[in-house]
């Protein structure tokens, strides 16, 4: 019978290979989420490349926290919620919002390749978690007519 020992290394083992699965599958995200951004910015109003894109943040945010990387799961739950809005027309694609993405993207990036060097010291977000929080959002405010128009925070 398997002592306390060997089940520890087992579980170990099996974290360590989810963990190099996952960085594997982030290299392919990462390439995804850069071409629909790029290909977002020629087309803003493109719904499926949103659908698409939101689709991508929301599996690295998931496998990311399945694999323990906290700050690249959180990074994903700051562009999905920005997507999210965008499915729900509570914010537009702009260019500044696009760049934010970028920059997110580029967090997600450095990120993995931390984790590939096996650092797992921590590593201050919070400067790109605030530009997620910073992208205007469009408001719908209501006029004398009674018609309704858009205009940003």
Known sequence: MPDEKDIQDFDSEIVSQMLQDFLEEALDLLAQLN???????????????IEQIFRLVHTMKGSAAFAGLNEM???????????????K??????????QVMFNGLD????????????????????????????IPKETPVQVESGSFESEGD
């Open 107 to 134: 967090a997600l990036a450095s990120l993995r390749e931390k984790a590939v060097a096996k650092d797992r010291s921590a590593q201050d977000i919070s400067g790109i978690l605030e530009q997620f929080d910073h």
């Open 35 to 49: 071409l629909n951004l790029i290909q977002l910015k020629e087309k803003p109003d493109d719904q499926g490349r």
């Open 73 to 87: 799961s959180e990074i994903g739950l700051g562009m999905e919620k920005v997507f999210g809005d965008i499915r």
């Open 89 to 98: 027309g509570i914010r537009k694609v702009t260019p500044p919002l696009i």
